[in-house]
């Protein structure tokens, strides 16, 4: 968390936007034409529906929602792009319109970075410790206030990018979670100047940003020596229970391969590394896992890649397709229960004929068919 902009007060009376129905024009106040039921920004010129839609929606209900929305007398609400949510956030400068997190609307999951964490739990300018103007309006009783984009990530998974105003924090995530909403509407171009920031919520923050990055950099680094074959998610309690490891196995998409079958357990000495470490500062800041990319999953693309560029006519749709990695991490039999298939199956076991996977030795893998996992 970046100290020197949460600063700390018993009484906070910045104001980043204009009130629910007012504009301020030098000493007079007046109605803002077109956001007379919502909160209105200068800086970008959106109206925002305020108070939001506390009622969790999976990601196409919250799209409908918004288009079918209709408040006071304009009818032409939408679901903001995570442009324009970041556009929201206050008091933690990573993650607010021009932060150092280079989250766009055209943004895939690898071009998240540390700075997308956001900062310090509830210690923003809003109510409730959330980061946002003080005087937006939300139902909070719990640790998270996610709400939904737009905005589409896609790269191996069809995700959304979300912010949880909890903690500034941007994260994609599957569009079958249950969010909030938010929606917008444009009034006119804004001023162009950057909103007031705030001054954040009276809190002591139990860990700084850089305390939260050495704990993660220290806990996968561990991982990845103890094991470079291990790809998956550390799982961290917020409870402060130990946390856990759990390979990544069902990560699937048309055309590829997971692993099936019996996914042998962490090894112990991997398992103590994990469970001895040093955690308090990750589980809130992460919701609760975040990923090691072990050398596993990159063979497992690797492969795929071969497979899918081998021009074999897999009838993906149709039977059982399972390619088996012997001890030595080749591709020793490639095994089909449809007679139709079989000339596909002899297609990839040869075009995979001097390939090494070591660390997919003794997995099953097996073929997706034409759904996501």
């Not at 018993?10 to 909160?39: I, R």
């Not at 929602?65 to 939408?78: A, M, S």
């Not at 923003?124 to 003080?134: I, R, T």
């Not at 020793?332 to 139709?340: A, L, P």
Request: charged letters at 20%; a negative charge.
């Amino acid at each position: 968390m970046y100290l020197g902009l949460l600063m700390c007060c018993a009484n906070c009376s910045c104001s980043n936007g204009k009130s629910a129905s007012e504009h301020d024009s030098g000493s007079d106040t007046e109605l803002v034409p077109g956001c007379s039921d919502g909160w209105y920004d200068e800086s970008t010129g959106l109206c925002w529906q305020d108070p939001q839609n506390s009622w969790g929606l999976y990601f196409h209900e919250a799209v409908d929602y918004c288009n079918q929305l209709e408040l006071g007398e304009e009818d032409d609400w939408r679901l903001p792009d995570i442009h324009e949510l970041r556009g929201l956030v206050r008091g933690c400068q990573p993650t607010a319109t021009g932060g150092a997190c280079p989250i766009a609307v055209e943004s895939i999951q690898s071009a998240w970075t540390e700075e997308c964490y956001g900062c310090a739990f509830l210690c923003g300018p809003g109510k409730d410790g959330l980061f946002w103007d003080h005087e937006l309006n939300a139902e909070f009783d719990d640790e998270h206030m996610l709400l939904w984009s737009s905005s589409i990530s896609l790269q191996k998974d069809f995700e959304i990018w979300i912010i949880d105003f909890a903690y500034g924090h941007v994260i994609a995530v599957d569009p079958d979670g249950h969010w909030e909403i938010r929606c917008v509407r444009t009034v006119d171009e804004g001023t162009g100047v950057a909103p007031d920031q705030g001054i954040g919520a009276d809190c002591d923050p139990e860990c700084d940003i850089q305390e939260i990055k050495d704990q993660k950099e220290q806990l996968t680094g561990a991982v990845s020596q103890a094991d470079p074959c291990f790809n998956g998610l550390i799982l961290v309690p917020e409870d402060d229970g130990p946390p856990t490891l759990e390979w990544v196995v069902e990560y699937c998409w048309w055309g590829g391969f997971m692993m099936c079958g019996d996914i042998p357990a962490p090894s112990a000495e991997l398992t103590q590394i994990v469970e001895n470490a040093k955690v308090n500062c990750l589980g809130n800041q992460y919701n609760g896992r975040f990923s090691v990319e072990g050398q596993s999953g990159h063979e497992l693309g690797e492969l795929i890649s071969i497979v899918l560029d081998s021009g074999c006519s897999v009838n993906w749709d149709n039977g059982e397709f399972v390619i088996k990695i012997d001890q030595d991490g080749n591709a020793s039999q490639v095994v089909t229960d449809s007679s139709d298939e079989q000339t596909a199956a002899d297609c990839v076991k040869d075009v995979l004929a001097g390939h090494v996977f070591p660390c997919l030795a003794g997995f099953d893998l097996c073929a997706c068919y034409g759904y996501w996992e």
